[in-house]
């Protein structure tokens, strides 16, 4: 699959099959991902494998749809707010290389923003300073979704003289 079919493909995946996932395809998507831009090459993320207990205490009201591989993609403090917008714009980056090169693969990534929630930072044992960009649940989809409308692009864009 190339590039762009990845992108075209890309779904916010609901539904798993029970299949297992090896963990070093993970590991090679992870990087993969890791050739995200990043300003001055700070590579501001860290990876964080979510085990069964603290899955089944974070709660999640549809279980990740049982994805069978669950991680947290954390961004790095930084010393200014200038600096820490951009390194969470990096680490967004590096969760949809990861997507991508997981779709490309015929697997799927449903993106969760529950780690966010200040009793789950603590459950994963992240760090104050750290920002959460995501839950990441990888596994073979079950189902996947239709392609959702699009606002045409040239409705999105302006020049400047």
Not at 82 to 103: H, M, P, Y
């Amino acid at each position: 699959m190339d590039v762009m079919d990845a992108i075209m493909a890309r779904r916010n995946i609901k539904k798993f099959k029970t299949d297992p996932v090896a963990r070093e395809q993970v590991l090679s998507w992870l990087e993969a991902a890791s050739y995200a831009p990043n300003h001055r090459m700070t590579e501001p993320w860290e990876i964080v494998f979510i085990g069964p207990e603290t899955r089944i205490k974070l709660n999640h009201k549809a279980n990740f749809g049982d994805a069978p591989v669950l991680l947290a993609l954390l961004s790095q403090p930084a010393s200014s707010q200038l600096a820490r917008d951009e390194n969470v714009i990096a680490a967004a980056s590096f969760a949809q290389n990861f997507q991508l090169a997981a779709t490309a693969a015929g697997l799927g990534v449903t993106w969760s923003s529950l780690g966010a929630a200040a009793h789950n930072r603590e459950l994963m044992e992240v760090p104050g300073d750290y920002d959460v960009i995501g839950i990441l649940g990888i596994g073979y989809p079950a189902e996947i979704p239709p392609v959702k409308p699009r606002t045409p692009i040239t409705e999105k864009m302006r020049e400047l003289p």
